[in-house]
Antibody, heavy 122, light 106 residues
Framework: QVQLVQSGAEVKKPEASVKVSCKAS????????MHWVRQAPGQRLEWMGW????????KYSQKFQGRITITKDRSASTAYMELRSLRSEDTAVYFC???????????????WGQGTLVSVSS | DIQMTQSPSTLSASVGDRVTITCRAS??????LAWYQQKPGKAPKLLIY???SLESGVPSRFSGSGSGTEFTLTISSLQPDDFATYYC????????FGQGTKVEIK
């Protein structure tokens, strides 16, 4: 069965960076796009960007452009999301989520990781 | 950005009730709409995509309808497991979510 397992909670200081991992299993990793979505406390879900796990192409929300990098390790079936220059408003649960499209993005999500809490505080 | 607005924000209902949640888009999104269920401390779960297509494994008491700018999620007979927060998501242009509708026990 499809599983997305994310790395553990992080506590960071303002201006630091965080890198969250998402290990996929149960399907061919390179067949699907992987997205990253975050949810700040009490807030709606917010799409951040995606990576095509096959060819490595990426697309980022304009809100995070310049601060985010999504990468992948094909051999480890793992996607990564790095967010830089953290501020308190970045405190949120970060999810990876699989796109059901084959080698292209539909922009909706059929499987989700369990979420990684990133706390930003001085 | 396309804005998504759900109503109501909170809904109190009893087991067995028919429940309807509305989602409005700030511009036409055709049928590019999904619905998710989220329970506290858990990831969202896909229920409906393409406005009315039921995701595999999702009970048939869930249904979606609408097109253009107005959409609804209906739960035909509310079950104890259905008390949760529901989000709509447009994916016509990138992706944006509604603010959520919490379905709570009356």
């Amino acid at each position: 069965q499809v599983q997305l397992v994310q790395s553990g909670a992080e506590v960071k200081k303002p201006e630091a960076s965080v890198k969250v991992s998402c290990k996929a299993s149960g399907y061919t990793f390179t067949d699907h796009v992987m997205h990253w979505v975050r949810q700040a406390p009490g807030q709606r879900l917010e799409w951040m960007g995606w990576i095509n796990a096959g060819n490595g192409n990426t697309k980022y929300s304009q809100k995070f452009q310049g601060r985010i990098t999504i990468t992948k390790d094909r051999s480890a079936s793992t996607a990564y999301m790095e967010l830089r220059s953290l501020r308190s408003e970045d405190t949120a649960v970060y999810f990876c989520a699989r796109d059901p499209g084959y080698s292209s993005s539909w922009y909706y999500f059929d499987y989700w990781g369990q979420g990684t809490l990133v706390s930003v505080s001085s | 950005d396309i804005q998504m607005t759900q109503s109501p924000s909170t809904l109190s209902a009893s087991v067995g009730d028919r429940v309807t949640i509305t989602c409005r888009a700030s511009q036409s999104i055709n049928n590019w709409l999904a619905w998710y269920q989220q329970k506290p401390g858990k990831a969202p779960k896909l229920l409906i995509y393409m406005a009315s297509s039921l995701e595999s494994g999702v009970p048939s008491r869930f249904s979606g309808s609408g097109s253009g700018t107005e959409f609804t999620l209906t739960i035909s007979s509310l079950q104890p497991d259905d008390f949760a927060t529901y989000y709509c998501q447009q994916y016509n242009i990138y992706s944006t979510f509604g603010q959520g509708t919490k379905v709570e026990i009356k």
